[in-house]
Structures are given as C-alpha cells and as structure tokens.
C-alpha cells in the first residue's frame, strides 16, 4: 500500500523560511513525477512545483524564486524549501505522486496524479 507522509509544516512570520518534507513508502517513486500542491481556505487545490524523474523541475508563477522543489530517490522523499514566504502562501499543502513512469509532460493537475498525503498546514503571519 502507498504511502506518503508530510512534515514540516507550521507557523512562520512574513519573510521567514519553511521546509516541506514527503516520505514516499509502499513503492518507489524514483521514475516518476512528484508534485506538491496546496489548497486555501474556500479555495481549490493548486499545484505549486514538481519534480520529474529526469531531473527536470516546474514551478508556478507565484512560487518561482522563493521555493525550491527538489527529491532524494535514496529515501524516496521529495522536499519543498519555502523562502520569502508571504501570508497569501498560507494553505495545506500536499504531496502528490503520479503513478506513470516516464511521463515527458509535467502533470500540473490534481486529476493527473494518483497518490495523496495528508497535507500539512503552513501559515505565515503578516
């Protein structure tokens, strides 16, 4: 069975920095697509950045230059480093896996991937 686990979320002020971490277990992920995505109050989930198996890496506009995505395939744990956080940041966010290997097209979509954590609640205060 999949599982994957998020921690290192929490309260941080404006400015201030946030790690994500997601420990993928039941199967490894190492040739696929992994993807964080967050969701606000009254709002839908959204994707936020990417992983692909290739090293290749894709961002939404909103995140690119203060977060950074990046994998240990060693640990099959997938991370999000959170800088210059802002109080609009403020969401649950989830870690997502897809289930086909060696998709050429990164997946931006919550439809397009198959495994789901828990989520983890970040909020930055202004």
């Known amino acids: 069975q999949v599982h994957l686990a998020e921690s290192g979320g929490g309260l941080v002020q404006a400015g201030g920095s946030l790690r994500l971490s997601c420990a993928a277990s039941?199967?490894?992920?190492?040739?696929?697509?992994m993807a964080w995505f967050r969701q606000a109050p009254g709002k839908e989930r959204e994707f936020v950045a990417a992983?692909?198996?290739?090293?290749?890496?894709y961002y939404t506009d909103s995140v690119k230059g203060r977060f950074t995505v990046s994998r240990d395939n060693s640990e099959n744990t997938v991370y999000l480093q959170m800088n210059s956080l802002k109080p609009e940041d403020t969401a649950v966010y989830y870690c997502a896996a897809d289930a086909t290997r060696f998709r050429s097209v990164i997946p931006t979509t919550v439809r397009q991937y198959d495994y789901w954590g828990q989520g983890a609640q970040v909020t930055v205060s202004s």
């Open positions: 039941g199967r490894t992920f190492s040739n696929n697509v």
């Open positions: 992983f692909s198996w290739n090293g290749r890496t």
